[in-house]
């Protein structure tokens, strides 16, 4: 049975998010502050996790951060806001997605199924690696490495670079890269595909790497450009 873990302070919200995710079939643990999420987290078995930002003791970033240290489970982050920083934290930091208070229950259920449907639990593990010049990049460990180097890159962040190395120079609309590397289901607007790019540029920048580059094709999207006769 697949296990959610509702990490929130308020009562009101988990009392109707634990009854909703349970109608769906989920088995569900509750955090009521961050700590006690981490220490849910690290001896149970969770699926995802539907993480408050605003919790006391250890916020939901710290959390965050903490677990994807370890873990790529799937994390939405909720936020009483909405700012515009606090969302770029969020996935920067590794979420998969955000939800801003006051939501509806049903729309948290629906992305919750849209980000489950897209878990593929393999059968046998498989190489999958990619490799271009002097950049590596491993999808089964979640590393790339230019020169060996560790890049340091979030869960979104390798799977854009997934996506575009898998397909040398060929243009990437930011929808279809919502639609790769989000899902079809995502609620989130495109500048979402930006700020992840923009991220992995600055990391990827700080390594030589002249004979291929992210680029921007303007008014279209982004590619994983060969320079010369290379591809």
């Known amino acids: 049975m697949t296990r959610i873990l ?3 302070d308020h009562p009101q919200i988990v009392s109707v998010l634990e009854a909703y995710a349970k109608k769906e079939g989920y ?3 509750i955090a009521k502050d961050g700590a006690q999420a981490l220490q849910l987290f690290e001896k149970e078995k969770v699926d995802l996790i539907l993480l408050d930002i605003m919790m006391p003791k250890v916020d939901g970033y710290e959390v965050c951060r903490e677990i994807r240290k370890t873990s790529h489970v799937p994390i939405i ?4 806001r909405g700012e515009d920083f606090e969302k770029i934290m969020g996935l920067d930091i590794g979420a998969d997605d955000y939800i801003i208070k006051p939501f509806a229950p ?3 259920m629906a ?3 849209a980000i489950l449907r897209r878990i593929v639990v393999e059968e046998e593990k498989e190489e ?4 271009f010049d002097t950049l590596t990049v491993d999808i089964n460990n979640y590393e790339a490495t230019i020169n060996g180097e560790t890049l340091g890159l979030t869960k979104k962040e ?3 670079l997934w996506t575009l190395l898998k397909s040398k120079n060929k243009v990437f609309s930011r929808e279809n890269l919502l639609n790769s590397v989000w899902g079809y289901d995502y609620y989130g607007d495109s500048r979402t595909v930006d700020t992840h790019i923009k991220r992995l540029r600055a990391k990827m920048d700080e390594y030589p790497h002249p004979k291929w580059e992210i680029s921007t094709i303007w008014g279209v999207g982004y590619k994983f450009e060969v320079k010369g006769n290379e591809a």
Do not use: K, Y
């Open 6 to 8: 509702i990490a929130d």
């Open 111 to 113: 992305r919750i199924r």
């Open 158 to 160: 390798l799977e854009i």
């Open 106 to 108: 049903g729309e948290v």
């Open 77 to 80: 982050m909720v936020t009483a």
């Open 128 to 131: 999958r690696t990619l490799s």
């Open 27 to 29: 088995d569900v643990l």
